[in-house]
């Protein structure tokens, strides 16, 4: 289009106007009309090819009484026998031909991708318990909250001059008080308790209390078994032991 003749001026567009009318750059225009050269390393060869070079590091790790070798001592020993090049270039190398020692892949892990909820099908399955500070005009405060994670409602509060193990048990009483309709042998079966790794929630107390008030049984916390949140399923002792917590 930019060597069409212009019926005005006699002349031909020009690359400039038909770029400029066609909202398009010329930097690209000249970048497809060019060859595209395959990349290269950059910087001069050396005495000696990389073909040349990965035999001798294949005849440096044959020579070897070990299973593999890193390339720092494939490297050396190259060296040694009067074999001068670059360490990164022979890294380089034993990675394109697959030649560096074999490493630790670690445990195996379970899947990575987050296709899991949190966020249950009916209220009162899953609750999540946390705390905060905020400043009053008494001081500085301690706020725990239990919320459920089905309908994102708040289902117990409690504020304290002290952030203590305690304390972080009494949104959970409120709760079980006010949806279960208070404490017995058995109750809140199938409930879980979500929470992050603070001392309030990691503590014996709040983990494996003793009775509730009144000496009342109440379901005990079992840790989950992954996870950095440690998801605690509820269900009654069965073998006559302590309950979860003296002030829960």
């Not at 020009?14 to 009318?21: D, F, K, P, T």
Request: aromatic fraction near 6%; hydrophobic fraction near 35%; charged fraction near 20%.
């Amino acid at each position: 289009m930019s060597r069409v003749i212009s019926p005005v001026s006699g002349k031909p567009y020009g690359l400039a106007a038909v770029c400029r009318a066609w909202r398009l750059a010329r930097s690209g225009v000249y970048r497809h009309q060019r060859t595209m050269l395959q990349p290269q390393r950059r910087g001069p060869l050396g005495a000696m090819s990389d073909d040349g070079l990965t035999a001798a590091i294949q005849g440096v790790l044959a020579a070897s009484p070990f299973h593999g070798e890193g390339h720092r001592k494939v490297w050396a020993r190259l060296r040694y026998a009067e074999t001068r090049t670059s360490l990164r270039r022979v890294l380089r190398l034993m990675r394109q031909n697959n030649l560096l020692a074999p490493t630790r892949v670690g445990s195996p892990r379970g899947p990575r991708n987050h296709d899991g909820t949190i966020i249950p099908d009916t209220v009162d399955v899953m609750w999540g318990t946390d705390l905060t500070t905020t400043i009053t005009g008494e001081g500085q405060a301690a706020v725990f909250v239990a919320v459920d994670h089905c309908s994102a409602e708040c289902v117990g509060i409690h504020a304290h001059p002290q952030a203590t193990r305690f304390q972080a048990l009494e949104p959970i009483r409120q709760g079980v008080r006010q949806r279960f309709g208070g404490f017995g042998k058995a109750i809140a079966r199938g409930l879980a308790v979500r929470h992050d790794h603070g001392s309030q929630y990691m503590s014996h107390h709040f983990q494996n209390g003793d009775r509730l008030p009144r000496h009342r049984e109440f379901a005990r916390l079992r840790p989950g078994a992954r996870g950095q949140w440690l998801c605690r399923a509820v269900h009654p002792y069965t073998q006559g032991k302590s309950a979860v917590g003296a002030e829960l």
